[in-house]
């Protein structure tokens, strides 16, 4: 079965500094998608990032980004220069390819709190 | 406009009442999910939709059941709410892909039983 898990619960970080947020999985698929999203403090949950697991290059979209290590089954998210506003709620999720399911499955979430 | 629309966005209800959360896309989208959000658990999914009148559990489906008799629209329904049904509930859509799917959330629907 696939299992997603965020340890950190909380983390909190200077304005302009550089994070990472952890997330492991767990599947027994050769091929999946790993995804992150973001639920601000409205509640609106966005989509940011995804990889690929046949990719070997690391996403990266805007000042985020992505390291992805396959053999540790691992995907971190990395944000640069944050910004007051990226504080939010940070989800990891995945999907695998070859089950006839489309379920995605979440993380239990990471508070990010940037301070000025 | 890419938007998926909840309704009602806020609801309290007496524990033994029917509860109807609905929700709405106008992207076409074929799949269709309602998950529930819990502190410390994440989103949990409660159904998922792959098209009109083809529906699947997810991992918590019991208390819950529902309908999608149009593409764009997907209900789910509490029949006699019970308390620990108390909640906030996401609905969401995605596309069709074989390179995996990106989803695309509402505002949440914030359900208090009493």
């Known amino acids: 079965a696939q299992k997603v898990t965020q340890t950190q619960t909380s983390i909190s970080v200077m304005e302009k500094t550089t994070v990472t947020m952890d997330c492991v999985y767990e599947t027994q698929d050769s091929s999946y998608f790993l995804f992150w999203y973001k639920q601000t403090a409205s509640g609106e949950i966005v989509f940011l990032i995804r990889?690929?697991?046949?990719?070997?290059e690391n996403a990266t979209v805007g000042h985020y980004s992505l390291n992805f290590q396959k053999p540790k089954s691992s995907i971190g998210l990395i944000i640069t220069a944050t910004q007051i506003e990226d504080s939010a709620v940070y989800f990891c999720a995945m999907r695998e390819a070859s089950s006839g399911s489309w379920q995605l499955i979440f993380g239990s979430g990471t508070q990010l709190t940037v301070m000025p | 406009d890419m938007k998926v629309t909840q309704m009602p966005r806020y609801l309290i209800k007496r524990m033994g009442e029917n509860v109807l959360l609905e929700c709405g896309q106008d992207?076409?989208?074929?799949?269709m999910y309602w998950y529930r959000q819990d502190p410390g658990l994440g989103l949990q999914l409660i159904y998922i939709s792959y098209d009109v009148d083809s529906n699947s559990e997810g991992d918590i489906p019991k208390g819950y059941r529902v309908s999608r008799k149009k593409r764009e629209h997907f209900s789910l329904i509490l029949d006699s709410a019970k308390t620990n049904q108390t909640s906030v509930y996401f609905c969401?859509?995605?596309?069709?892909?074989?390179?995996?799917?990106?989803?695309?959330f509402g505002e949440g629907s914030r359900l208090i039983v009493v």
């Open positions: 992207m076409s989208h074929e799949t």
């Open positions: 990889q690929d697991s046949y990719k070997k």
């Open positions: 969401a859509s995605s596309l069709w892909t074989a390179s995996g799917n990106t989803l695309y």
